[in-house]
Every structure is written in structure tokens, then in C-alpha cells.
């Protein structure tokens, strides 16, 4: 696995940090997992996210539970998500928030428990090239009315 400089991942991660947050409460901290055992780990857990085992990294946004924090972490996960885009990365989002595995994410990485779990993001490089299917802005974009 090509590893992702250190310096890339944080400048990936501030993009989630500076994401809008209700009253700028910023409930919002992440969690980098590099180990290779720890990505295992968690791929095992989510069973959504069973291919992150071959991620060169995962993202965990956790956000304390406050009024809006599922918000406020979709925020940070979008803007994480655009930043991989624009490092040259590929990524997906894997649910966290009311999933039965999100107590167990939390736990294996010693979370507090006044926090939630939002997203786990696997970072790698795709073959893709960022080639998926999408439906055309004159097919989703409306003006005055729907």
C-alpha cells in the first residue's frame, strides 16, 4: 500500500476543521487510523466499510452530542471528502451515525462516550479516476421552480 504523507492527511483533515458549524460550536474531532491492524480492525466492525482494510487511511469524524451535531459533522465529512478529491485521493463515506456497529467503532478507538460517531472516511488511491455516474445539472438543476 503507497503510504499518504503525513502533511497531506492534515491538510485534509483542517478542511474538515474549518467546516461551518451551528453558533461555531465546532463539535467536530477526527481521528486518523494508519495502522494497518487498526484498519483491519475496523473493517471488520463496519460491515458497510469491508473494503477500508485497503485504504491507505480512514478519517473518523466523531462530534460531541449537541443539538446539531450530526450537521455539523456531515459538514466536516463533505469537506473532507472534497478535500481528498483535490489532494488526487479517492474516498467514500461510510455511515456511522445510527449504525449498529457505531458503539463499537467508538470503543476501539476510546472515544468518550458523550461523543457520536458521523462518518468513517477510507482514504486510497482508485482506478477509477473519479469516473461515476451522475445525473446531468440539467437534470437535477431547476430555476424559479421545481
Not at 60 to 71: D, G, H, M, Q, T
Request: hydrophobic letters at 40%; charged letters at 25%.
Amino acid at each position: 500500500m503507497v503510504a499518504v504523507e503525513k502533511e497531506t492527511i492534515e491538510k485534509i483533515v483542517d478542511c474538515g476543521r474549518f467546516a461551518p458549524t451551528a453558533n461555531n460550536l465546532q463539535p467536530c474531532d477526527f481521528i486518523v487510523i494508519t495502522s494497518r491492524q487498526m484498519l483491519q480492525k475496523l473493517s471488520n466492525i463496519a460491515v458497510n466499510g469491508s473494503f477500508m482494510k485497503s485504504s491507505a487511511f480512514c478519517i473518523i469524524v466523531v462530534a460531541k452530542e449537541i443539538k446539531y451535531y450530526l450537521e455539523d459533522g456531515c459538514a466536516a465529512t463533505e469537506n473532507i471528502l472534497l478535500a481528498v478529491h483535490d489532494c488526487g485521493l479517492s474516498a467514500c463515506w461510510v455511515a456511522g451515525d445510527k449504525k449498529d456497529y457505531a458503539d463499537s467503532v467508538l470503543q476501539l478507538l476510546g472515544v468518550p462516550s458523550e461523543y457520536k460517531l458521523i462518518s468513517i472516511i477510507p482514504v486510497g488511491f482508485s482506478d477509477q479516476n473519479g469516473n461515476i455516474d451522475k445525473r446531468e445539472l440539467k437534470d437535477v438543476l431547476h430555476w424559479e421552480k421545481f
